[in-house]
């Protein structure tokens, strides 16, 4: 059963046994607070367990695009549908947040975000990439990057 995520009382809850629980909850906030915003949608998210097929769609773009495996567990899911874009995002025990950008009326803006929590080390499969700094009431410094998806991937 998906479950809110409140930006205005960060709560840790579903991401406990992160070593940098704390900021990856702010980092959530922070997600949840843009969708507000942006598009007056409630930002939910689901137990990992709980959304295998949305992870494998993932795991297979990072694959195919990239040749990337995250090393980390995947703690939580959250599927946003909002005017023509699909958004997934994926929360880490690490502290890593990976978002896909599936506009699926515009092919060219496909693409996947990467951000990293305050307090993590960048991951190995990521070590290759460019990060820039973002400051965050909620978050603190979030470390984001991305790239474009090239493939078709239709979920």
């Known amino acids: 059963m998906p479950t809110a995520v409140d930006f205005k009382n960060v709560s840790t809850t579903g991401l406990e046994s992160s070593p940098v629980a704390e900021?990856?909850?702010?980092?959530?906030a922070n997600e949840a607070r843009y969708f507000h915003n942006k598009y007056k949608h409630v930002f939910e998210v689901?137990?990992?367990?709980e959304?295998?097929?949305?992870?494998a769609w993932v795991n297979r773009i990072l694959d195919e695009e990239r040749h990337i495996t995250i090393s980390s567990e995947?703690?939580?899911v959250s599927v946003n549908d909002v005017e023509t874009i699909h958004w997934v995002h994926v929360f880490y025990r690490s502290g890593l947040a990976l978002n896909v950008l599936w506009d699926t009326a515009n092919p060219k803006k496909h693409a996947v975000g990467i951000k990293l929590s305050e307090g993590m080390d960048v991951p190995e499969e990521f070590s290759s990439f460019k990060f820039?700094?973002?400051r965050s009431k909620l978050a603190g410094t979030i470390r984001g990057s991305y790239f474009v998806i090239?493939?078709?991937y239709p979920f």
Do not use: I
């Open 46 to 49: 689901v137990p990992a367990a």
């Open 23 to 28: 900021a990856l909850a702010g980092l959530r």
């Open 150 to 152: 090239k493939g078709d």
């Open 132 to 134: 820039a700094h973002q």
């Open 74 to 76: 995947p703690l939580e």
């Open 51 to 55: 959304a295998a097929s949305v992870l």
